[in-house]
């Protein structure tokens, strides 16, 4: 009698694991998966070793929102389909690294000329301007202090976010180019940390997103250990964790 009870005991285990993780799997693949920051481009709305909720609502579903979906073509297009909106800062996939995430912001929508002129912004050869907000300091991708100059950018549509300029206006590989031509049904993406971001700018690695290889938006964020520390080193957290991050909205 006790080995049958055991035996049960041990099969509702398993069940109720089993459960769980298809519960899991259900929760991420159709309304929220974490997404941890591993690199600085997007300081200073987002540093080293956050940790974040991506919605996967906000754009609908394709492959690409879907666990191994650079490996299986599960189907084509998006189910559900909604736009990226300009400012939102979103999770997606590269035409050139399929199996790669990258989070940037929205610059620029289908039809929309992009240009940077002496590191300023120009959506439709309308300029964003931007106003200082002092000095911000974090960690940069390699442990060390990373200290820059930090600003106020405001987009044609009046969403106001944060940049950094690590180096004079100007004097950036990306603060001169050429002009962008968004095509239909592609988005411009760009890093807030204006000079550490590999992003649209660079054609050949990322270029412009196709609206079926955007993963989801970013939502808010759960937990940040504060810089290259992995989410399970609880040891830790009391010296480098930001706890004034929790559940802060990304915009």
Not at 151 to 160: D, M, S
Request: aromatic share 14%; glycine share 10%; proline share 6%.
């Amino acid at each position: 009698m006790k080995k049958e009870k055991q035996k049960d005991t041990f099969w509702e285990n398993v069940k109720a694991f089993t459960y769980a993780i298809i519960l899991a799997v259900l929760i991420r693949t159709l309304w929220l998966q974490p997404f941890h920051i591993p690199s600085g481009s997007m300081i200073p709305s987002l540093l080293i070793g956050d940790n974040l909720f991506v919605s996967k609502t906000a754009y609908g579903y394709s492959r690409y929102s879907i666990p191994f979906g650079a490996y299986i073509n599960y189907f084509n297009g998006r189910i559900w389909k909604g736009e990226p909106k300009l400012g939102e800062v979103a999770i997606f996939r590269s035409v050139v690294e399929p199996d790669t995430d990258f989070i940037k912001r929205v610059v620029g929508v289908p039809g929309d000329r992009i240009q940077m002129k002496e590191g300023l912004l120009y959506i439709n050869d309308v300029v964003c301007p931007i106003e200082p907000h002092g000095e911000f300091e974090t960690v940069d991708d390699s442990g060390q202090l990373l200290k820059a100059a930090q600003y106020i950018e405001t987009l044609p549509n009046g969403q106001k976010h944060l940049i950094i300029k690590q180096v004079p206006f100007g004097e950036g590989a990306y603060d001169n180019t050429p002009v962008y031509h968004v095509p239909p049904g592609h988005y411009f993406m760009m890093g807030d940390n204006r000079d550490g971001s590999n992003d649209s700018r660079t054609q050949g690695v990322i270029g412009y997103i196709p609206l079926e290889y955007f993963v989801g938006r970013a939502s808010f964020i759960f937990f940040s250990t504060g810089g290259k520390i992995a989410l399970w080193e609880i040891w830790r957290w009391p010296l480098t964790a930001h706890y004034n991050r929790i559940f802060n909205v990304i915009h």
